[in-house]
């Protein structure tokens, strides 16, 4: 449950600025809770849930505010289950060449090496559990880092070794979402793969505001077409909307995949009721174009907007474009913020 603003003056004065406890969700889901107390801002991580970011809460006007779309929520739904996921090793559905639908569905695989190896769509990682290695708090922030490991189950899908550690830690005011992956060093080639966040945010973020006040904003300079599987191609058109644009006019389902950017990729949610929201991720190293950098899906009909940050290319396990290639025994770093931003006085 989260907090309440009673008192919030004189725990801020006596408490810890961040902290870190266990919970579990109605539907007995384990949770750790990472809080700061000074800007008022609190997560939750679901290790056995993909790793998931599972909740993102913030003080406004004297009341919590949930951020992520069915934050916290693990009912079954037959929609979009909203939170966080983490995409790895692919981002979008495989589709292998020459595919033939089966009750009109195509299986999501891909080839390697002369075989064929089943991947769910955005992979595995966001269905697996994740062993907690240490959480902790100190004067500077709130963290928690977990990992996936390589398994039997890992392997029939994907013939790599692996580590991927992630640490989710609260600092400053904004989330950090650090990704390191590790290539065995016994792997007999290169590691490939793509990786993304299907980070979910609730719209309207403030309740009762009108949807036609919510807006998006990202200076990306151009978007990718969609081949006839229904993924990015490759080509490209520039960018068919302004860098700050109303939600309300700008459907996004399906997806739309975007890129470009000169620096560090960024997208903004804001909301009239003086709430908003700025995801922005960087990476030790791109994949040459074509690389999708944000990956837009929602929009105020649904009550969710995805900016879902993307290094990578929807089906890039077939294509072998648009993915990181990592030499056995070397690792590769990702780093997403999410910065809520509260209007003055808010």
């Given at each position: 449950m989260l907090g309440t603003s009673a008192g919030t003056a004189a725990v801020a004065a006596?408490?810890?600025?961040?902290s870190w406890h266990e919970t579990t969700t109605a539907e007995k889901i384990p949770l750790i809770v990472l809080r700061d107390e000074i800007d008022r801002i609190e997560i939750a991580v679901a290790p056995t849930q993909g790793g998931e970011l599972s909740g993102l809460a913030v003080e406004f006007n004297g009341r919590w505010v949930e951020l992520l779309y069915r934050g916290r929520d693990y009912r079954p739904t037959s929609g979009f289950r909203g939170k966080a996921s983490i995409l790895w090793p692919a981002v979008g559905s495989s589709v292998p060449a020459g595919a033939t639908p089966v009750k009109g569905k195509v299986e999501s695989a891909y080839e390697y090496r002369g075989k064929r190896y089943p991947m769910p769509q955005h992979g595995f990682a966001r269905l697996k559990p994740w062993q907690v290695v240490r959480r902790w708090a100190n004067e500077e922030e709130a963290a928690v880092e977990l990992v996936l490991k390589d398994d039997a189950d890992s392997r029939a899908q994907y013939p790599f070794g692996f580590a991927v550690h992630v640490i989710h830690r609260l600092r400053a005011g904004r989330v950090e979402i650090h990704h390191e992956v590790k290539a065995a060093?016994?792997?007999?080639?290169?590691?490939?793969f793509s990786i993304g966040n299907h980070i979910g945010f609730a719209v309207p973020l403030v309740a009762g505001t009108a949807v036609e006040r919510i807006t998006i904003e990202s200076p990306s300079r151009f978007e990718y077409l969609r081949g006839k599987n229904g993924a990015p191609d490759g080509t490209t058109r520039a960018r068919s909307f302004p860098p700050t644009t109303p939600l309300q006019d700008f459907p996004l389902v399906p997806a739309m995949s975007v890129g470009g950017y000169a620096g560090d990729p960024w997208f903004r949610l804001?909301?009239?009721?003086?709430?908003?929201?700025?995801?922005t991720h960087h990476a030790e190293s791109t994949p040459a174009p074509p690389v999708v950098q944000f990956n837009l899906y929602g929009g105020t009909a649904e009550g969710f907007f995805c900016p879902e940050p993307f290094v990578g290319l929807h089906n890039?396990?077939?294509?072998?474009?648009?993915?990181?290639?990592?030499?056995?025994?070397?690792?590769?770093?990702?780093?997403?913020?999410?910065?809520p931003e509260r209007a003055p006085g808010k």
């Open positions: 006596t408490a810890p600025r961040y060093a016994d792997n007999a080639a290169p590691m490939f804001t909301d009239a009721g003086g709430l908003g929201v700025k995801v890039s396990l077939n294509t072998q474009t648009g993915q990181i290639n990592l030499a056995p025994g070397k690792s590769w770093t990702w780093l997403i913020r999410v910065e």
